[in-house]
């Protein structure tokens, strides 16, 4: 079955780095879009960022800048640097993989960013 597993997440101080890992299995890891959502308590999931099979990348104006998103396809490994990061970072973030409409998402890894 489809696993996706996030790592990496931590409390860290404003202004401090963080590289969140995901690790997939039961995909065809290339030939999807991958992608990094969060949920802050009491908001809804929202999009971070996200990378084609092309390698082509998009970001929520918010993280533009600061986060960098990456993916290994020998590895089946998804990336997420962070830097810059702000109290307002602070959520769970999750991992999610894409393909023609069907999506798979991970557990999640707790970041938390204080000030």
């Known amino acids: 079955q489809v696993q996706l597993v996030e790592s990496g997440g931590n409390l860290v101080q404003a202004g401090g780095s963080l590289r969140l890992s995901c690790a997939a299995s039961g995909i065809i890891f290339r030939i999807n879009t991958m992608g990094w959502y969060r949920q802050a308590p009491g908001k809804r999931r929202e999009f971070v960022a996200d990378?084609?099979?092309?390698?082509?990348?998009a970001y929520a104006d918010s993280v533009k800048g600061r986060f960098t998103i990456s993916r290994d396809n020998a590895k089946s490994a998804l990336y997420l640097q962070m830097d810059s990061l702000k109290p307002e970072d602070t959520a769970v973030y999750y991992c999610n993989a894409n393909r023609g409409g069907v999506y798979h998402w991970g557990q999640g890894t707790q970041v938390t960013v204080s000030s």
């Open positions: 990378i084609r099979p092309s390698g082509t990348t």
